[in-house]
């Protein structure tokens, strides 16, 4: 099996230079990835090192939190920060408050090799998932503290397969899991790791933190200009289809709309704006407008969508109906119902939650959509009443952040 995963390794690395030619996020992914080592070499040998590994922005916001706290606690400390994916990497590259914001190599046991040589980690920790075969096994051979937090496994992973061996065995370079839910801890258990404590997402403390922050944003302020508001972030071309259907058929003068898309693409953004019938303006077009005057406002820049959700009465969540539903908890912290597309939700343990106890809608259809989107615009009531259950359930699940710093102040 090690050697069948170093020979597709191999066709990987000589096919990925040749589809970067044709393929812009591969692109990044290839180009970016021959900054690293370079990148690396500003770490001494005498520093001490936390690393992170976060596959892409969502698992990055996870870890956020860690290193946030080991940086006030542990200033001493270099924080290293590798991304698997551009989505991650474009955004945070310039995240304050680490030393260094690299891709993470290949995992081919050369790159593998040479990267821990360079980083030297006294502590290693992944984030979600990532479970590089190669890499793990150098983890090991390191020595350091290896943990995983805000885990989650799921029965068909092929850790718990009968011909799972090979992953299996790359497990045992972690020396703890810090696991989302008891079915994970249950999974680990059934293949004899112990070495598991339920500490819950830690994304729940980072969008709690987002709470005591000053979010007000004086231009949205000025669109909104006191009116009913939908916020729709991270879309994809999915979304913004049953979007574009309801603001021009369905939406009333008093009903606002903020659009906020995954993938900033001028060309997109303006096919966007050109599909929708209503009064529209770019977020790069509003100098000198008076941006109450219109009722659909595109958000064609990245980072500002967290504190836009709080002008939220309603928000959709993009990526349910392409390749992955993007962040609810952000719009949740606020007490804001939430809405997103599609009906593959089970990898996200938050959308099974709100959708049971009751503050969130999913929706596949315009049909759907549009329905759903009435109900909400006229039941005040029943706005506040989903509102209420997300904030609460964002308030019982803080505290992860807590149960791991503690285990780390023991090993650092």
Known sequence: MNFLYNLLLALVSTLLPIVALFNKKIKLFYQGRKETFSKLESISKTDKVVWFHAASLGEFEQGRPIIEELKELYSDYK??????????????KNYPL??????LPLDTKSNVKKFIKLVH????????YEFWPNLLSELKKHGAPTI???????????????YGGFMR?????????????ETSKNLLNSIDFHNVTIAGDTRFDRVYDILQQDNSLDFISEFKNSQYTVIAGSTWKEDEELIINYINNNATDDEKFIIAPHNINQKQIKELQSLINKKTILFSEKEG?????????????????????????????GGGLATGLHNILEPATYGVPVIFGGNKYNKFQEAIDLLEIGGAKT??????????????KSGKKLREQMGNVNHNYILKNVGATKTIITYLKNIL
């Open 148 to 162: 995983l937090i805000s885990g989650i496994f799921r029965k068909k992973q092929s850790f718990f397969k009968w």
């Open 289 to 317: 407008k008076l941006l109450s005057n219109y009722q659909v406002f595109i958000i064609d820049t990245i980072g500002l969508l967290t504190k836009i959700y709080s002008y939220a009465d309603v928000a959709y969540v």
């Open 98 to 103: 680490a030393d260094v914001i690299c891709y």
């Open 121 to 128: 980690p006294d502590v290693a920790i992944m984030i979600k």
């Open 79 to 92: 924080i290293v920060v590798t991304f698997f994916s551009p989505s991650g990497y474009e955004i945070r």
């Open 169 to 181: 065995e790359k497990l045992t370079a972690f020396n703890h899991f810090f696991v989302q839910n």
């Open 363 to 376: 929706v596949t259809n315009t049909n759907e959509f549009s329905s759903n989107f009435a109900l909400l």
